[in-house]
């Protein structure tokens, strides 16, 4: 079975942190991978989507990475401001779904202090 | 209208009950996705439809139906619903035809079945 892990569950760090969350998936077999923003009792926010051609793309703050042959991602978050708190979801589209059907890892809670 | 809206926000349903939750989006996307989240379990894909007049099956299917009439409704109905069935369902669409695949996610529906 195709699987998203995304460890920490939780982190909490101080304001002006940088901070690298991470998502390891077991196929690299894939179409793309997307990085989420939840904020509670809200929808989903995407945030970056890499294709399986990409090693990396970037958004303000935000970087995300791809390495295909380890089947891992990381979301660089520099800077790290309160308002960055929220639930971060990485998701993959595996070849085998049809390109389209996103696999989710169960997210990584920030909590950005003051 | 911009974007995903789904309809209603929340609802509490006695076991048993038939319920259809409404999904509509304004952004002519071919693709709608419909995702049960749960505590623990992440986001699970439901159903599927990659363009009007056409569904798939997804993760977890068992006990709810699709149809896809048009390109901008795709609504979720569970016939005889059962307490396990308690979840937020969130609707997604994304256009598949650019091959890029982001999927953008409406507010989510918050059902409870007693």
């Known amino acids: 079975k195709q699987e998203v892990t995304q460890i920490p569950a939780a982190l909490s760090v101080p304001e002006g942190e940088n901070l690298v969350l991470n998502c390891s998936f077991t196929?690299?077999?894939?179409?793309?991978l997307q990085w989420f923003r939840q904020d509670p009792g809200k929808g989903l926010t995407s945030l970056l989507l890499?294709?399986?051609?990409?090693r990396e793309q970037t958004s303000g703050r935000l970087n995300a990475s791809l390495d295909k042959s380890s089947g891992r991602s990381t979301l660089y978050i520099a800077a790290s401001q309160p308002g960055d708190s929220a639930t971060y979801l990485c998701?993959?589209?595996?070849?085998?779904?049809?390109?389209?059907?996103?696999?989710f890892g169960t997210g990584t809670q920030l909590k950005v202090e003051l | 209208i911009a974007g995903i809206t789904q309809a209603p926000t929340s609802q509490i349903l006695a076991a048993g009950r038939r319920m259809t939750l409404r999904c509509t989006q304004d952004?002519?996307?071919?693709?709608m996705y419909w995702y049960r989240q749960d505590l623990g379990l992440g986001l699970r894909l439901i159903h599927y439809?990659?363009?009007?007049?056409?569904?798939g099956k997804g993760e977890v299917p068992d006990g709810y139906s699709v149809s896809r009439a048009n390109t901008d409704d795709f609504p979720l109905t569970l016939a005889s619903a059962v307490p396990s069935q308690t979840s937020v369902y969130f609707c997604?669409?994304?256009?598949?035809?650019?091959?890029?695949?982001?999927?953008?996610f409406g507010p989510g529906t918050r059902l409870t079945v007693l």
């Open positions: 998701a993959v589209s595996f070849l085998t779904g049809g390109g389209n059907k996103l696999t």
């Open positions: 997604a669409s994304s256009d598949s035809t650019s091959g890029v695949h982001t999927q953008y």
């Open positions: 439809s990659n363009t009007a007049g056409t569904t």
């Open positions: 890499i294709q399986s051609s990409q």
């Open positions: 196929d690299s077999a894939i179409y793309n």
């Open positions: 952004m002519r996307h071919n693709a």
